[in-house]
């Protein structure tokens, strides 16, 4: 997998991200494209990862919370691949890339049905479920400097 780090500058790149992330966020779940986008896409770095085909088959963003934490959010994985690694791979890379921004920290908001996967991965829940675009998340945090669990 080559991972892609780019701005919401970046045109082309953010099509892609849109692409993945309409077809998990909008097509599958039924949230809408308003729920997906927001102000946080414009200062965010976004990463694809980009299979041996050259497709994009995976994204997520990351943003400053400040104080060494850092916020991952809008991760996607197309339905092809879920359950061979990928989630776990893209997470290993958003962690990495937050580390190397100084970061201590990586927290994100989990829908409560995907906190399994973000517990095996190193997440851990932190306060109580809360709604999201009407949708039940629960935030998790993972401290950074150690590896992806698995």
């Not at 994204?59 to 690694?85: D, K, M, P, Q």
């Amino acid at each position: 997998m080559q991972w892609i780090w780019f701005s919401f500058g970046d045109g082309a790149r953010m099509r892609e991200a849109y692409a993945l992330r309409r077809a998990v966020f909008v097509n599958e779940q039924g949230f809408t494209e308003e729920d997906d986008r927001d102000e946080r896409d414009q200062d965010a770095l976004h990463v694809l990862g980009i299979d041996e085909t050259g497709a994009a088959c995976c994204t997520a963003r990351l943003f400053s919370a400040g104080r060494g934490v850092w916020h991952a959010g809008r991760v996607a994985v197309c339905r092809e691949l879920r359950g061979r690694g990928v989630g776990r791979l893209l997470m290993r890379a958003v962690a990495e890339k937050a580390l190397a921004l100084g970061g201590h920290t990586l927290e994100l908001g989990a829908q409560l049905d995907k906190r399994g996967f973000y517990a095996a991965v190193g997440f851990e829940p932190v306060g109580e479920p809360f709604l999201d675009a009407g949708c039940p998340h629960i935030l998790m945090q993972m401290p950074l400097g150690g590896r992806i669990s698995g």
